[in-house]
């Protein structure tokens, strides 16, 4: 795909903002300190007239700045891997941009690197303190159709916190008024604050261990070189049914029948390793992504804007998975999740606060680190989106004819559950898994084999 860039504004809050130094909690400081990209498509309509289009965004957009007003400031290290927002109305980038494609050139907009070109590429060979933490691409196709691809910093908002921002700007673009504030202040999470030392600490095994590496290797060097793809693998409701029945053993639940997540994510477990042709004493790890919103006492408030996202891990052997029946892969899982509580995550926050240095818990990738978390050959990592309003963002010319992932943000062992686009009212999944090209067809053909 030919992408031809016309022109880059920065865009600043309409009105004054709060100007200052906005202390991050720990949980905004560790994973990802990328950029993280979404991507939706507009098919061609009267109403979607570029120069109104481009007008209506940018001045919506300032607006909505206004109230989110830290995704216009910049990022600043303060040492010891530690970071500091700086609220200075510095404003967002935004691009304009043209393609002799035709939205119908993607067929069934099945994943395309092609993607890629349609999403803003953030430059981190650039000082952080002067990255925007915003950037949005809108890209005109031939056909008069359009898409709108965002990458918003990890480390200011989690993809709740990104999904808020991104329906209240179309909010605003519509003419509607704001539905949920912002809730800016990060004060509740500690941001800032020095570690207390009477505080008990658990055994935060997220933190204090690295995941396994092949039996016989030392690091995951070798591994890191090996060419990755990237698959959308399609459940339908009575496939995931079927598979919650399959999870679902007396002998191994717990009382409650397992979650869509549990279930998937065991059964995507024990798949990577057939695939993968472990010997059965390998130990393997699963990454789980926990939302800490509700699970803190009191809850943190509606609108709250950062990071509340805790990974923890669960362990197995591939063996075991392997050998016994779904609901086991699936009952490790649960384990993991229920370990998330106030007293953990409180627990956790205290933890990081203790550190010297958080560098070692920050997911450095793409800024060219080789540290950070991998859960790459034998692990896995199974993110869900399945609670996430991630479908019908409406800027004032109808919903999205479909959302695109970038397939540069994926490694080795990332994976993501999200509700199929088309279908997601009746209950259909998507599974978007990347896997090292060597394992990725014997995956395919294990996944959908006994379902």
């Not at 990974?311 to 370990?339: C, F, H, N, Q, W």
Request: hydrophobic fraction near 40%; glycine fraction near 8%.
């Amino acid at each position: 795909m030919v992408v031809s860039y016309k022109t880059s504004y920065t865009v600043k809050p309409a009105e004054p903002t709060w100007t200052g130094s906005l202390s991050l909690s720990e949980w905004d400081q560790i994973g990802s300190i990328t950029h993280v990209p979404t991507l939706y498509f507009y098919q061609p309509s009267q109403k979607l007239l570029i120069d109104t289009v481009i007008t209506t965004l940018k001045d919506s957009l300032s607006r909505a700045l206004v109230h989110f007003y830290p995704l216009a400031g910049r990022l600043r290290w303060i040492g010891h891997g530690r970071l500091e927002l700086v609220c200075n109305a510095a404003g967002v980038q935004f691009i304009e941009a043209v393609s002799q494609s035709k939205l119908y050139s993607f067929g069934e907009f099945s994943q395309s690197p092609e993607y890629d070109f349609l999403i803003p590429t953030v430059d981190y060979t650039i000082p952080i303190q002067e990255l925007p933490l915003l950037i949005v691409q809108v890209t005109k196709f031939q056909c008069g159709g359009i898409s709108l691809g965002f990458t918003i910093s990890h480390v200011v908002a989690d993809g709740q916190s990104a999904l808020h921002f991104l329906s209240e700007w179309a909010r605003l673009a519509r003419g509607e008024a704001l539905a949920v504030s912002p809730f800016i202040d990060r004060k509740l999470l500690r941001a800032g604050d020095p570690p207390v030392l009477a505080h008990p600490i658990l055994d935060h095994t997220e933190f204090n261990s690295h995941p396994p590496h092949l039996i016989g290797q030392t690091n995951n060097i070798e591994e890191r070189k090996k060419k990755t793809t990237v698959a959308m693998l399609k459940l339908t409701k009575s496939q995931v049914d079927k598979l919650k029945n399959m999870a679902t053993n007396k002998s191994l639940n717990t009382g409650r029948p397992y979650s869509r997540y549990e279930t998937i994510a065991g059964h995507i477990w024990q798949c990577a390793c057939k695939a993968r042709d472990h010997n059965a004493e390998q130990p393997t790890a699963l990454g789980v992504c926990v939302d800490s919103r509700s699970r803190l006492q009191p809850p943190l408030p509606p609108g709250y804007f950062g990071n509340t996202t805790l990974d923890v891990i669960a362990v197995s052997s591939s063996g075991e998975l392997i050998s016994k029946p779904l609901g086991y892969a699936a009952s490790k899982i649960r384990k993991a999740i229920m370990t998330v509580n106030d007293e953990y995550l409180r627990s956790g926050i205290e933890f990081l606060k203790s550190q010297a240095d958080l560098t070692k818990f920050q997911d450095l990738h793409a800024l060219g680190g080789d540290d950070g978390p991998f859960y790459g050959n034998p692990n896995i990592q199974v993110v869900s989106w399945l609670t996430l309003p991630i479908y019908g963002l409406d800027f004032g010319w109808g919903r999205e004819v479909h959302m695109g992932l970038a397939a540069h943000d994926f490694n080795d062992g990332d994976s993501l559950i999200l509700l199929s686009h088309d279908d997601h009212e009746d209950g259909s999944l998507v599974v978007a898994l990347c896997l090292q090209i060597s394992h990725m067809e014997a995956f395919k053909n294990y996944f959908y084999q006994d379902i």
